[in-house]
């Protein structure tokens, strides 16, 4: 069966436990400005990470992929639920607490451009969490940095350039070089792949898969590509309207989807079928998506070798016009 249960089989290895997880945004109204209803982000999430693994969290965009990546981080407080990090609830600490943990969890984030501070080197960058943890002297630290730039494809040389410098793919890389500063256990990364181009997609996800191999990454992968979620996550998580609806292997979940919602998302990829065809006398384009047929209005030829609708307006403007022409010559006295 694709349906998985979200109780974990061993808790020795799992890392990541979250159970009954919500997030509401509250609407602020009137002339008081109270909260008249709720945004209902994640509503009641259960799932589990093992220690190791790839989770792929995949839905439409605005269905809570992100927010519940960044509840898990304690970026957002959960409005109710329990999420257990390395066996210690996170949700129960103060922020000073939360601020020692963050050393074992990191984020990738989506947008390539807007995480980086244009302000900074990218030396400072990457070595800013090495600081604030005080993992080393001012000379340690130039050393890692330049070994985590190393890791991640990058020249050592380039750490005294600007994060405008860059592409988008290398822009990327930095952003992922910041967040395995720290050696962290578990990485969500935000869509990391989005924002870039379909080549460089391929090496940003091999450089995350050879990363995991090298520390023992776990990760948590949010992402609407069904293809790039299907490559790198051991197992799939299919969010809608904010609720887990289907858990599974990646391979069970492709193979056999039981979610009425899970097939949708599945049976919305598109491919390519060919080139339209276009018969005598008649023009007809049609796009096969699956099951779904978009055909465009028929186009017909008149005998004037001029293209008009298959319904009869432009004839009868046409024919109008002609009638006004012959009334215009009667009123000048022209007989032909």
């Known amino acids: 069966m694709a349906q998985e249960t979200t109780t974990p089989a061993t808790t020795g290895t799992t890392l990541v436990d979250v159970k009954g997880l919500k997030v509401y945004f509250p609407i602020k109204g009137g002339i008081f400005n109270r909260t008249v209803a709720n ?22 965009s605005g269905c809570g992929k992100s927010t519940t990546g960044r509840a898990i981080l304690q970026l957002i407080k959960p409005t109710e639920g329990s999420v257990v990090f390395e066996g210690e609830e996170l949700t129960k600490l103060s922020p000073g607490q939360i601020r020692k943990k963050r050393a074992r969890m990191q984020m990738v984030f989506q947008d390539p451009f807007g995480s980086l501070d244009p302000r900074f080197t990218v030396g400072e960058i990457v ?23 190393e890791v991640v494809g990058l020249n050592p040389f380039f750490m005294n350039r600007f994060s405008h410098e860059f592409s988008g793919g290398q822009r990327q890389r930095i952003g992922i070089a ?19 181009d379909v080549s460089i997609q391929a090496q940003v996800l091999n450089l995350l898969q050879d990363l995991q191999g090298k520390f023992g990454l776990t990760y948590l992968f949010v992402a609407h590509n069904l293809s790039v979620v299907k490559h790198i996550s051991d197992r799939v998580a299919v969010m809608y309207l904010g609720r887990i609806v ?28 060919g080139r339209p065809r276009r018969s005598a006398g008649r023009l007809s384009r049609s796009w096969k998506k699956n099951s779904l047929i978009i055909t ?21 403007m046409r024919e109008s016009r002609r009638r006004r022409a012959i009334r215009w010559r009667a009123s000048k006295g022209f007989t032909t």
């Not at 945004?39 to 439409?60: H, K, N, P, S």
């Not at 943890?133 to 070994?147: D, M, T």
């Not at 910041?178 to 792949?193: F, I, K, T």
């Open 39 to 60: 945004v209902q982000a994640v509503d009641g999430v259960d799932l589990f990470i093992r220690r190791g693994e790839t989770l792929g969290l995949v839905g439409e």
């Open 127 to 149: 070595a800013e969490p090495l600081k604030n943890f005080n993992r080393g002297s001012a000379k340690e630290i130039v050393e890692q940095v330049s070994g985590l730039l």
């Open 178 to 196: 910041r967040a395995l500063a720290l050696r962290p256990s578990l990485v969500v990364a935000d869509e990391p792949v989005s924002a870039l």
């Open 246 to 273: 289907e858990l599974a292997k990646s391979e069970e979940m492709y193979e056999m989807p039981l979610h009425p919602y899970t097939q949708a998302l599945l049976s919305a990829t598109t491919r390519a079928v």
């Open 296 to 316: 465009r209005p028929v186009i017909s030829r008149d005998k004037s070798n001029s293209y008009i609708s298959s319904g009869s307006s432009r004839r009868l």
